[in-house]
Each structure stands twice: as structure tokens, then as C-alpha cells.
């Protein structure tokens, strides 16, 4: 069964940087698409980063310039690399995958804090 685990979250200060990591098991991320959202308190969840079969990259206007999306297909990890953090992006940060053969598949979740 695909699972998707989150790692990399924690406390910084603004101007900070993180790097997330989404290890995919139970299924061969190779030429399939995957992303990353956020949920802040009392906000909708929201896409921020997404990276295709080909690493072919979109962004959330918020986060353009600011945070890199990459995948490591022989280790079947996605990354996101979050630099120039602020306050705002303080969230919780969840992988996402969608697939015919495996539905929608959501990682748990890791917390992003960003406070001086």
C-alpha cells in the first residue's frame, strides 16, 4: 500500500531556511507527478509546489523565488527546499499524490514554524 511520510518540519526564524522531505514506499514515484501543500491555523489547505514525471515545476505565487521543489527518483523521495521563510508560511506541510491505480494519497503531515 503507498504511504507517504514527511520529514525535515521545525521551528526558525524569519529569513530562515528548511528543507522538507516526502518518502513515497509501497509505490514507484518514477514518471508520476507529486506535490505539497500547507494548512495554516483557520485556513483552507493550499497547494504550494508541485513537480511532474519530467521535473517539470509550478509554484504558488507566494512562494515563487523562494522555495524549490525536486524529486529523487532512486530514493523515491520529493523535496522541498523552503529558503527567505516568513511568518506566513507558517503551516502544516503535506505531501500529495493522485493516482488511477492508488486514488489520492496524503503524507501525515510535518509542522513549519517561522517566529522570531
Known amino acids: 500500500q503507498m504511504q507517504l511520510a514527511e520529514s525535515g518540519g521545525g521551528s526558525v526564524q524569519p529569513g530562515g531556511s528548511l528543507t522538507l522531505a516526502c518518502k513515497v514506499s509501497?509505490?514507484?514515484?518514477?514518471?508520476?507527478?507529486i506535490g505539497w501543500y500547507r494548512q495554516a491555523p483557520g485556513k483552507e489547505r493550499e497547494g504550494v509546489a508541485s513537480?511532474?514525471?519530467?521535473?517539470?515545476?509550478s509554484y504558488a505565487d507566494s512562494v515563487k523565488g523562494r522555495f524549490t521543489i525536486s524529486r529523487d527518483n532512486a530514493k523515491n523521495t520529493v523535496y522541498l527546499q523552503m529558503n527567505s521563510l516568513k511568518p506566513e508560511d507558517t503551516a502544516v506541510y503535506y505531501c500529495?499524490?493522485?493516482?488511477?491505480?492508488?486514488?489520492?494519497?496524503w503524507g501525515q503531515g510535518t509542522q513549519v514554524t517561522v517566529s522570531s
Open positions: 500529495h499524490f493522485v493516482g488511477i491505480s492508488v486514488g489520492e494519497k
Open positions: 509501497g509505490f514507484t514515484l518514477d514518471n508520476f507527478s
Open positions: 513537480i511532474s514525471g519530467v521535473s517539470s515545476t
